[in-house]
Nanobody, 125 residues
């Protein structure tokens, strides 16, 4: 079992940048990781994915080219660099560890078994 804690959220103007982090409670180099987000009144959605060795990254169409997922396994930390932020990026952002069907890319929320509490990102116009 691994506990996850997100940090780094905040208020930023449209067009700005923000980097959020996710700290794992123990070594997480064997876990495939993902970032998800949930806006008010909407379902939680996939944002980005990274495999255990950082050889494969995937993004939702809405953030591709603007967001970058990375990890530092020596620090047990996952990152999401968010550039060219838009008001529609406003949401609660969650990191999660994949626990089922993780051998290939998955954006399925049900495959992720460990979740953090989330960090709020608000983008103003």
């Amino acid at each position: 079992q691994v506990q996850l804690a997100e940090s780094g959220g905040g208020l930023v103007q449209a067009g700005g940048s923000l980097r959020i982090s996710c700290a794992a409670s123990r070594p997480f180099h064997n876990y495939v990781m993902g970032w998800f987000r949930q806006a008010p009144g909407k379902e939680r959605e996939f944002v980005a994915y990274i495999d255990a060795l950082q050889r494969d990254t995937r993004y939702s169409d809405s953030v591709k080219g603007r967001f970058t997922i990375s990890r530092d396994n020596s620090k047990n930390t996952l990152y999401l660099q968010m550039d060219s932020l838009r008001p529609e990026d406003t949401a609660l952002y969650f990191c999660a560890a994949c626990v089922r069907d993780c051998m290939e890319f998955t954006a399925n929320l049900s495959h992720y078994g460990y979740w953090g509490q989330g960090t709020q990102v608000t983008v103003s116009t």
